[in-house]
T-cell receptor, first 111, second 112 residues
């Protein structure tokens, strides 16, 4: 699976949009981009995933560049409860193969 | 849907004792994963099963660790004998096809 690069930490003001970047320059054509988050002491939580089109659900939006070498997770109106470590992972989509977690981005939402 | 259920939530044991962690996946999910999380090493995949069959156990640290899935609704991770360096939070997750994983709340293991 392709390797990802994320900033170790970010801050965002409550109520503003949080934009979390992820680089995956070695991604293959059949690899999906997944985002998870882990709130302190809880199990990781699935947020969203995509292949090449932008995706949106009730939690977030995922913007994938046209060359698929990077993506951005957007939390449109961040709240204090969005403070967590966010993981960007790429893996082959067909079949629930293993997810390999990196160090992620520690996002802090400030009041 | 009760989600992925892990037990116990906390376990404190003495070095050398056997420890058994338990997991009940979401009904209908055909993949089950065991992860371990420490501050130093982050989230590590230990082993995963597909339709109750172990597919990849390359992350199991050593022979002291073993995992079983006797049926679709139950899995165990056993450490025998336990050592202080095994202290960590152990997560179980289940999944169906390309959708995201659902993780349990974890078992915090402390070996003294």
């Amino acid at each position: 699976d392709a390797k990802t690069t994320q900033p170790p930490s970010m801050d965002c003001a409550e109520g503003r949009a949080a934009n979390l970047p992820c680089n995956h320059s070695t991604i293959s054509g059949n690899e999906y981009v997944y985002w998870y988050r882990q709130i302190h002491s809880q199990g990781p939580q699935y947020i969203i995933h995509g292949l090449k089109n932008n995706e949106t659900n009730e939690m977030a939006s995922l913007i994938i560049t046209e060359d698929r070498k990077s993506s951005t997770l957007i939390l449109p109106h961040a709240t204090l409860r969005d403070t967590a470590v966010y993981y960007c992972i790429v893996r082959v989509g067909r079949g629930a193969q293993k997810l390999v977690f990196g160090q992620g981005t520690r996002l802090t939402i400030n009041p | 849907d009760a989600g992925v259920i892990q037990s116990p939530r906390h376990e404190v044991t003495e070095m050398g004792q056997e420890v058994t962690l338990r997991c009940k996946p979401i009904s209908g999910h055909d993949y089950l994963f065991w992860y371990r999380q420490t501050m130093m090493r982050g989230l590590e995949l230990l082993i995963y099963f597909n339709n109750n069959v172990p597919i990849d156990d390359s992350g199991m640290p050593e022979d002291r660790f073993s995992a079983k899935m006797p049926n679709a609704s139950f899995s165990t991770l056993k450490i025998q004998p336990s050592e202080p360096r095994d202290s960590a939070v152990y997560f179980c997750a289940s999944s169906l096809s390309v959708a995201g994983y659902t993780f349990g709340s974890g078992t915090r293991l402390t070996v003294v």
